[in-house]
């Protein structure tokens, strides 16, 4: 069974980092591009960055790039989200998934998320 596990959250105060994790076990997640998305109360959830299989090619919205920074080391067959600079706006659930890059449409299934409070 496929699972993704997120970690590294936390309260940060405004203008702090965190470095988020995504775990997958139960195959290998190597050749699938991978995004972190986050969802607040009451919003939908938004992507917020995604990787290539190879790590060689990175997008982020306008709402957080030069502050997150998405990475990967398949051999640990894990994704992670470094967030820097961060804001209140930014407090919300996070979660990794599988995606189709040239899409995004979402391959697997959601883990637990991991949440990420930033107070002002």
């Known amino acids: 069974q496929v699972q993704l596990v997120e970690s590294g959250g936390g309260l940060v105060q405004a203008g702090g980092s965190l470095r988020l994790s995504c775990a997958a076990s139960?195959?290998?997640?190597?050749?699938?591009?991978m995004a972190w998305f986050r969802q607040a109360p009451g919003k939908d959830r938004e992507r917020v960055a995604a990787?290539?299989?190879?790590?060689?090619?990175?997008s982020y919205p306008d709402s957080v790039k030069g502050r997150f920074t998405i990475s990967r080391d398949n051999a640990k067959n894990t994704v992670y989200l470094q967030m820097n600079s961060l804001k209140p706006e930014d407090t919300a659930v996070y979660y990794c998934n599988a995606v189709v890059y040239a899409s995004m449409r979402i391959l697997g299934s959601w883990g637990q998320g991991t949440q990420v409070t930033v107070s002002s």
């Open positions: 139960g195959r290998t997640f190597s050749g699938d591009a």
């Open positions: 990787i290539n299989w190879n790590g060689y090619s990175t």
